[in-house]
């Protein structure tokens, strides 16, 4: 069955700003129709600038972080829209003056001449869950540096504390607040209430999380991700949230340099070398990525060996190496998922046995410290 091919009548390029909006249509040629530069306030007056140009019409909008509202708001108005890439478009146009208008007249015309590098836009069910997981990733980093003002607080008092969550926290504050200083004792009690409260919010978010990823539409990739060890069900909500469907992606090049994961190359004097990763696509992705593949270092012996090669490649520099490692376990990801295969679990570390037998050891030697010093 062949596909209908639509022939738009305009198209219309859109430079979007917090509080102004440029908007220039043109005609299949490239001649400009209209163009329209107003307020964002102005809502009904862009209905109908849109609804007035030629049908069927074609509309691409740069791709901003509050790009949200306007395609929600303004996708009935045309027949088709696009979000366009904005660092392949400013590639393409190179070094130029730049001004709203020519910035949406020069998308306008590489939209009509099929040159306008677009991306792809999320339908509601999967923006939903993206939302989800982008609150997630939140409320976890709040958590994360509330814990780290409270061992700053137990290390400059020389306490070992307990285990940083509200009601150990809490516990432990009523049998051993008076070691620290008023102050100290103070800002502490403010922060595990602050715990508490991230605890309180997160335990229906993730409930949330959990129950849409169990939907017909996500549970059969969520059932291939989740056989990597470190990926549950939170983690595997988010990646495939933030991804969407694998098979737009013609490769895990292609998917490796969308998550804004692959080095950044620098050219000069002929010479090219290889900086940080371009952190082009969606934080929230690398953020699980990265925490993910460390999780699968911790049970997967081969993975940690690659992992501590990389760190010494590095210099000693973990964060790198975790990186890597997040780069690897998408491109990874991405062939489990085109192929429709479980992930085959390497050697396991038996950490939580070595953890013991250190623990023990450790005790062990306290032991025998406090009978020699009796003695």
């Given at each position: 069955m062949s596909e209908t091919i639509v022939a738009h009548r305009s198209f219309i390029g859109v430079d979007l700003h917090k509080t102004t909006v440029t908007l220039?249509?043109?005609?299949?040629?490239?001649?400009?129709?209209?163009?329209?530069?107003?307020?964002?306030?102005?809502?009904?007056?862009i209905r109908t600038w849109l609804l007035d140009?030629?049908?069927?019409?074609?509309?691409?909008?740069?791709?901003?972080?509050?790009?949200?509202?306007?395609?929600?708001?303004?996708?009935?108005?045309?027949?088709?829209?696009?979000?366009?890439?904005?660092?392949?478009?400013?590639?393409?146009?190179?070094?130029?003056?730049?001004n709203d208008y020519r910035d949406a007249l020069d998308m306008a015309r590489r939209l009509a001449r099929g040159e306008c590098p677009v991306g792809y836009i999320a339908d509601d069910e999967l923006m939903q869950l993206r939302k989800l997981g982008r609150h997630w990733r939140q409320l976890s980093s709040v958590l994360a540096r509330t814990k780290q003002f409270m061992r700053s607080i137990l290390l400059a008092a020389n306490l070992r504390g307990p285990k940083l969550d509200g009601s150990s926290g809490q516990r432990w504050l009523l049998a051993h607040g008076h070691k620290l200083k008023p102050v100290q004792?103070?800002?502490?009690?403010?922060?595990?209430?602050?715990?508490?409260?991230?605890?309180?919010?997160?335990?229906?978010?993730?409930?949330?999380?959990?129950?849409?990823?169990?939907?017909?539409?996500?549970?059969?990739?969520?059932?291939?991700?989740?056989?990597?060890?470190?990926?549950?069900?939170?983690?595997?909500?988010?990646?495939?949230?933030?991804?969407?469907?694998?098979?737009?992606?013609?490769?895990?090049?292609?998917l490796?340099?969308?998550?804004?994961?692959?080095?950044?190359?620098?050219?000069?004097?002929?010479?090219?070398?290889?900086?940080?990763?371009?952190?082009?696509?969606?934080?929230?992705?690398?953020?699980?990525?990265?925490?993910?593949?460390?999780?699968?270092?911790?049970?997967?012996?081969?993975?940690?060996?690659?992992?501590?090669?990389?760190?010494?490649?590095?210099?000693?520099?973990?964060?790198?190496?975790?990186?890597?490692?997040?780069?690897?376990?998408?491109?990874?990801?991405y062939a489990m998922v085109r192929d429709g295969k479980l992930y085959e679990p390497g050697p396991s570390r038996h950490r939580t046995a070595a953890a013991n037998k250190a623990r023990a050891a450790k005790r062990a030697q306290k032991v025998r410290k406090t009978r020699k010093e009796a003695a």
């Open positions: 220039v249509a043109v005609a299949p040629d490239g001649t400009e129709i209209a163009r329209l530069k107003i307020d964002t306030k102005c809502r009904q007056k140009l030629p049908r069927p019409s074609h509309m691409a909008v740069e791709a901003v972080g509050f790009v949200e509202w306007f395609i929600e708001c303004f996708r009935p108005c045309v027949d088709a829209i696009d979000i366009a890439d904005a660092t392949e478009l400013s590639n393409r146009r190179g070094k130029r003056r730049k004792r103070r800002a502490f009690a403010n922060l595990i209430q602050l715990v508490q409260l991230i605890e309180l919010q997160r335990n229906p978010l993730r409930f949330a999380i959990i129950e849409a990823s169990r939907s017909e539409r996500f549970a059969p990739m969520t059932k291939i991700l989740q056989s990597v060890p470190g990926i549950g069900e939170i983690w595997s909500c988010i990646i495939i949230a933030e991804i969407g469907p694998f098979d737009r992606f013609p490769n895990a090049d292609a490796e340099f969308w998550a804004g994961m692959t080095a950044d190359l620098k050219e000069s004097a002929g010479r090219t070398q290889s900086g940080p990763i371009t952190k082009a696509g969606s934080r929230t992705l690398r953020w699980a990525l990265c925490n993910a593949a460390l999780t699968l270092c911790h049970s997967d012996a081969g993975q940690e060996a690659i992992r501590q090669r990389l760190i010494r490649k590095t210099g000693g520099i973990k964060g790198k190496a975790n990186t890597a490692m997040g780069r690897r376990l998408l491109r990874l990801l």
